[in-house]
């Protein structure tokens, strides 16, 4: 379990960094192997506009393997403080909260897998921003381990440990 925090100038590589490492795209070299399920929460929401949150989380869970019970995906809407806007449709929603949409997927993850998350508290208030917090340091707590991507201040309590890309000197 631990949190890491990848920072550096825009065009450093750290969004290309965890999307390779996620899978999306290849690696210029060599192998990336992973032991532990991998959940990827890219800089935009993936997710679509046309249909409700809840429909999103539970699409996302069922194409990757995991409980899409109706309480399981509650939980996850509830993790978020999302369960009022739930059953909107995702195009009629904030930036804020369809960030926070996509982060409920979290919930519905393994404990002992490895989330990748670019900038992940871009677009979220303070509130919110507390509460990714919390959920960030319980997983590395249970055992998880978290790579983000971030300008801002993230995590902060838990101490995580950083790696620094310097990008390209022009």
């Known amino acids: 379990g631990g949190i890491c925090c990848l920072t550096g100038p825009n065009g450093a590589g750290k969004s290309t960094l965890l999307r390779t490492i996620a ?15 991998i959940i990827y929460v890219g800089h935009t929401d993936g997710l ?43 195009r009629v929603l904030s ?19 490895l989330w990748l998350l670019d900038e992940p508290n871009a677009g979220l208030d303070q509130a919110s921003s507390r509460i990714l917090d919390e959920i960030v340091q319980k997983h590395a707590t249970a055992g998880g381990m978290v790579l983000a991507a971030t300008h801002l201040d993230f995590a902060a309590a838990a101490k995580p440990r950083s790696l620094h890309l310097p990008g390209l000197v022009t």
């Open 48 to 90: 679509s506009g046309a249909i409700s949150g809840r429909g999103n989380l539970a699409g996302w869970a069922r194409i990757n393997g995991f409980s899409a019970t109706e309480p399981a995906i509650d939980a996850a809407l509830s993790s978020f403080a999302t369960n009022r806007f739930a059953d909107l449709q995702v």
């Open 95 to 113: 930036r804020g909260q369809r960030r926070r949409l996509a982060l409920a997927r979290l919930a519905l993850a393994p404990a002992n897998s």
């Open 23 to 37: 899978g999306r795209l290849p690696a210029a070299g060599g192998d990336i192997s992973c032991a532990v399920p």
